[in-house]
């Protein structure tokens, strides 16, 4: 039977991915330390998903091991060997403002933790496909210089610019921008991960993603932005705004729209393939959008405040055009919509 290697198991992007792989019936490994925990504080752990995913699955099996300790990633990778189907990668830091604090920990995390991921696959199962969560932070500010225009709830892009239509490709430069320590280990990461496709002809593809959200996310101030607002607007926790009027946009991919494209990627791999990833046009939001979405949901006026001035090198108007990766996989269609997200957020907390 396949395995399938998933690092950050407990997280948005892997528990989804852990539900999405077991369903297919596939023997599931996990590997995640709770780090979301160091990261943001005990109510971003993550602890508590594995329990859930091991009582849901039978054919999950997690280690809590760390992505920057060879040792330990060479006994999981030895146990299965050439097993191993398909490592998606989604353990990282994710979050801009935090790598500052710590920037060995942040690169060591997302940078040294990925060249481990791959180098344990091309020692053990360089066929299998390997798929690695990158973020659209590896274009840096460079989406700020776009002409953009102010409306009444947000910023949109010249309707003459060849990314207002399906908004940005995987064209838009990586250089000479600045990307927040964040944005640099993970494109240290991202180019590492293409060049195992290239160099070594391995199935490797980045998706360089927009915001992901979903009801599995331990949504926290620094990272998570959307399930976090919902959660503040639930629990009536004062929510800050930074900076841009409030009317930056995001676009809004579910996790499980995520899991079912790398199964696309699993069944027809490319080597070192890069996509952006995202809601595209069919789903996105401004913060001052989203607050009211979330204020309909919850039925009450949520307690914010604006803090005037930008978290550093955060995105304006960030829509990611997805094309490239339909056209190379026509019969992925993301089912979620910004309703059914919302819904879907709202839903996780009545729980
Ligand atoms: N959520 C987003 O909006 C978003 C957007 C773009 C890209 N991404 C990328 O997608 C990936 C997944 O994001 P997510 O939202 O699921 O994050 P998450 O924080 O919910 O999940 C990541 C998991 O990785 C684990 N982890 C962290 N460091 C680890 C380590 N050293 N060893 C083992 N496990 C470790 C954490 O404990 C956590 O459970 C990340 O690479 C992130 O950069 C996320």
Not at 55 to 76: A, G, Y
Not at 230 to 248: D, I, L, P, S
Request: charged letters at 20%; aromatic letters at 12%; glycine letters at 8%.
């Amino acid at each position: 039977m396949g395995v399938i290697i998933i690092t950050g198991s407990s997280g948005l992007v892997g528990s989804e991915s852990v539900s999405f792989f077991s369903g297919l019936g596939k023997t599931v490994v996990g590997i995640d330390n709770d780090m979301r925990r160091h990261f943001f504080g005990e109510g971003a752990s993550t602890r508590s998903m594995v329990s859930l995913l091991k009582s849901r699955f039978p054919n999950f099996v997690h280690f809590e091991t760390d992505i920057r300790n060879r040792v330990e990633l060479e006994n999981v990778f030895r146990e299965f060997n050439s097993g191993i189907e398909c490592v998606i990668h989604a353990a990282a830091q994710p979050s801009h403002d935090w790598a500052a604090q710590e920037p060995f920990t942040d690169f060591e995390v997302n940078a040294l933790g990925t060249i481990n991921m791959l180098e344990m696959t091309r020692r053990h199962s360089p066929k299998a496909s390997f798929i690695f969560m990158s973020t659209n932070k590896v274009y840096g500010d460079q989406p700020n210089h776009l002409p953009l225009i102010e409306r009444e709830t947000r910023w949109t892009l010249d309707a003459g610019h060849p990314y207002a239509q399906n908004g940005i490709d995987e064209s838009m430069s990586v250089d000479q921008a600045l990307h927040s320590l964040f944005g640099a280990s993970k494109l240290a990461a991202d180019l590492v991960v293409q060049e195992y496709g290239r160099y070594f002809g391995m199935n490797t593809a980045c998706f360089r993603a927009g915001c992901i959200t979903g009801r599995n996310h331990a949504g926290a101030e620094q990272h998570g932005f959307l399930s976090y607002l919902m959660r503040c607007a639930f629990t009536g926790t004062e929510y800050k705004v930074y900076g841009y009027k409030g009317k930056q946009v995001r676009d809004m991919i579910h996790a499980a729209d995520l899991a079912r494209a790398f199964h696309e990627v699993f069944q027809s791999p490319r080597a070192g393939a890069v996509y952006n990833m995202g809601g595209h046009i069919h789903a996105n939001c401004s913060v001052l959008e989203a607050i009211r979405a979330c204020e309909e949901r919850v039925g009450k006026k949520m307690i914010q405040a604006y803090v005037d001035g930008n978290r550093r090198g955060d995105h304006i108007w960030w829509i990611s055009d997805t094309r490239l990766f339909q056209r190379d996989y026509p019969n992925w269609h993301p089912a979620y919509d910004m309703n059914a997200i919302y819904d879907d957020l709202f839903a996780g907390l009545l729980k």
